[in-house]
Nanobody
């Protein structure tokens, strides 16, 4: 059974930092493109960052230079280091895995972790 479990969210002041983690079980990690998405209250879920199995990364313009995505294949864990946080970064952050198989792709989501940036 595939599971994605996020952790590391919380309340932080503007300008502060947080690091989110997403632990993946079920044997899909090495075959998957891992990503982070977020959904602010009343808004649609939006892309934040992704990292391929070989470490290529991509970021939303709104977080470039402030957020860093990384992965530890030995621990089946993906991270999102968030610096210089702004109130507009407040959202529920979701971990996503897109597993690549010979039959196509399979999509998995975590339950989300709340990040609140406020003074």
């Amino acid at each position: 059974q595939v599971q994605l479990v996020e952790s590391g969210g919380g309340l932080v002041q503007p300008g502060g930092s947080l690091r989110l983690s997403c632990a993946v079980s079920g044997g899909i990690f090495s075959d998957s493109v891992m990503g982070w998405y977020r959904q602010a209250s009343g808004k649609q879920r939006e892309f934040v960052a992704r990292i391929t199995s070989v470490g290529s990364t991509d970021y939303a313009d709104s977080v470039k230079g402030r957020f860093t995505i990384s992965r530890d294949n030995a621990k089946s864990t993906v991270y999102l280091a968030m610096n210089s946080l702004k109130p507009e970064d407040t959202a529920v952050y979701y971990c996503n895995a897109v597993q690549l198989t010979v039959w196509g792709t399979r999509d998995f989501w975590g339950q989300g972790t709340q990040v609140t940036v406020s003074s």
